[in-house]
Structure formats: structure tokens, C-alpha cells
T-cell receptor, first 114, second 112 residues
């Protein structure tokens, strides 16, 4: 079993829809949670970063972590065609020593249609 | 200019050949990483380096070696390439705090 599980999709939504992307994880030691966005033929870029449980909002994007259920979510409001990309969730145990190795989900491919 | 660069961007090679992928960064970060990305498997860590004298194996290091020539340069070598090393390879860097990793554009490698 992978430590971070993610539905690969693809997920297709109409422009303006609210998108919900989700991951589950199994390692209780994970403390930091990230969402990366990867456009085709590009490297992943950090989109959202949260520590422990709670919500974090940045414009149209909201990241949510529930450590009790080991569930990670990313919500995109008013989705745009430019949001079409693969979204990768990632977790790590800490930021020092060997703890800052990232464990990635496999990524969910999102397509926002006009 | 990009903060993390990788060369080459695309490479086709034959089974048994030695190949080196190079990564350079201008972010001034101490920590550098090499990942491979495969469909359905996501990003997997090959090697990581916390400074010039510190090299560590990641999840899938067999068949690979690395060299940290300077703070800004981290190379990945395939000593004898095999077809199942066909993948997209990414270099990444992070600061000492380590919570954010910055990725290069990737190298697409095909081993025939």
C-alpha cells in the first residue's frame, strides 16, 4: 500500500465549477501537506502548503487537512480552463534531517472545459 | 532565467549505455533531490543531498548513482541503462527548512 493514495482521474468539469481533489495517507508521522500543480511537459510547482490539521485559503484555492481521518483535500472555486493540469498531493514528516523527504500521491488529472 | 535547470531535456539512449543527467540551481539552496515520474506510480525519490558532503539513497536508488559537484550542481548517472529506466526525471531543490521543494523542467529519457 502506498503511503499517499490519490485517485488518478481524469476528472472533467465545466468552467466555473467547484472542484474537489482528495488524497488519503497512512503514515501518522506526516505533519506537512502540500499540493503541487503540474502542467503538461513541465515540472511540478508548489500550489498550497499546510502544517497539521486545518484549512488554508489562497485566492480560489483552499487546502484542507483532517489528521484524524488522514484525509487531504484541495478545493478550487470558479474553475478556469487554465486550471487544467495534474494535481499532486504530497506529505512529509518534518523539515529537518531526513524528515523533509516528500511522499507523493500519483496525481489527479483535471480538465476544465469551456 | 529559470532557477532550476536540467540538461538534457530529452534523451534517447540504448540499453547498456552510460548516461548522465545534470541539474543546476541558482536558488542558493543546500538541499537537492532527484526523482523519477512514471504513469500510475507518481514521483519517486532516487537520491537526495543535504549538502556537498551528504548524499543519501532514496526509495529507488538501484541502478543509479549521483554526484554533488558543488552546492549548485547535482548529477544523476545511469551506469548501464535499461529499458525500465525510461521515465521522466526531475531535479528539485529546497532550503534548510525544507518544506518547499522547487522542481526543474524535467528530462524525458527513453532507453531502447
Amino acid at each position: 500500500q502506498k503511503e499517499v493514495e490519490q485517485d488518478p482521474g481524469p476528472l472533467s468539469v465545466p468552467e466555473g465549477a467547484i472542484v474537489s481533489l482528495n488524497c488519503t495517507y497512512s503514515n501518522s508521522a506526516f505533519q506537512y501537506f502540500m499540493w503541487y500543480r503540474q502542467y503538461s511537459r513541465k515540472g511540478p510547482e508548489l500550489l498550497m502548503y499546510t502544517y497539521s490539521s486545518g484549512n488554508k485559503e489562497d485566492g480560489r484555492f483552499t487546502a484542507q487537512v483532517d489528521k484524524s481521518s488522514k484525509y487531504i483535500s484541495l478545493f478550487i472555486r470558479d474553475s478556469q480552463p487554465s486550471d487544467s493540469a495534474t494535481y499532486l498531493c504530497a506529505s512529509q514528516k518534518g523539515v529537518t534531517g531526513g524528515g523533509n523527504k516528500l511522499t507523493f500521491g500519483t496525481g489527479t488529472q483535471l480538465k476544465v472545459e469551456l | 532565467d529559470a532557477d532550476v535547470t536540467q540538461t538534457p531535456r530529452n534523451r534517447i539512449t540504448k540499453t547498456g549505455k552510460r548516461i548522465m543527467l545534470e541539474c543546476s540551481q541558482t536558488k542558493g539552496h543546500d538541499r537537492m533531490y532527484w526523482y523519477r515520474q512514471d504513469p500510475g506510480l507518481g514521483l519517486r525519490l532516487i537520491y537526495y543531498s543535504f549538502d556537498v558532503k551528504d548524499i543519501n539513497k532514496g526509495e529507488i536508488s538501484d541502478g543509479y548513482s549521483v554526484s554533488r559537484q558543488a552546492q549548485a550542481k547535482f548529477s544523476l548517472s545511469l551506469e548501464s541503462a535499461i529499458p525500465n529506466q525510461t521515465a521522466l526525471y526531475f531535479c528539485a531543490t529546497s532550503g534548510v527548512a525544507g518544506e518547499t521543494q522547487y522542481f526543474g523542467p524535467g528530462t524525458r529519457l527513453l532507453v531502447l
